[in-house]
């Protein structure tokens, strides 16, 4: 995302990064349909470089995920932009009702929906918005199972391990 053209409105799409337990967390804001919305956040390195959120919503954002940093039950409200699959939608639905502390496993939730448990496991991974939709709380029946992208399988499991033990799921 080009942040040159944009950063000077700042109503428009902007990407900030802030400091969290596990590393840190990128969040990307825009404007849908006239209406400021979370776009995506990213669960970086700890040695990611930080940067400062430049719209109210990303202050917010950035506010309220401090806030479930101290308690793990805190209900996030925030106007997400809509994105995915229905079938991807169902998913991030139905992790919704997953309560800090306890899990499902990805055949649970596939049975919940109707679904198959690695199309659980595929929508999860796609999560855009991790922590918002705790995909974290679904885990595999023989552990914890895998943890969004493949490519840095070790940075997202240590980050799914502190967010189950923050929650007291572990």
């Given amino acids: 995302m080009s942040s040159s053209s ?3 409105n700042p ?3 902007s990407y900030c990064v802030i400091a969290a337990p596990f590393g840190c967390l990128g969040i990307s804001t ?7 919305m979370l776009s995506r956040i990213d669960y970086l ?3 990611t470089v930080l940067v400062a959120p430049k719209n ?23 106007p997400t932009k809509p994105v995915g699959t229905e079938h991807q939608r169902k998913v991030w639905s139905s992790i919704q009702d997953i309560p800090p502390g306890k899990t499902k496993t990805y055949g649970e939730v596939a049975k919940k929906i109707k679904s198959g448990a690695r199309a659980v496991g595929t ?6 918005y991790p922590l918002i939709s705790p995909c974290h709380r679904v885990v ?8 969004m992208k ?9 980050i799914k391990l502190w967010l189950l033990k923050h929650e007291g799921a572990l």
């Fill in 11 to 13: 109503n428009s799409a």
């Fill in 45 to 47: 390195p700890a040695n």
């Fill in 56 to 78: 109210q919503l990303a202050k917010e954002i950035a506010r309220q995920c401090k806030a479930y940093f101290k308690d793990p039950h805190w209900q996030f409200d925030l």
């Fill in 140 to 147: 595999s029946a023989q552990g914890i199972g895998g943890f």
């Fill in 123 to 128: 929508a999860c991974g796609a999560n855009p």
């Fill in 150 to 158: 493949e490519n840095s399988p070790g940075l997202y499991r240590q």
């Fill in 6 to 8: 944009t950063s000077s």
């Fill in 30 to 36: 825009e404007l849908v349909e006239g209406s400021l």
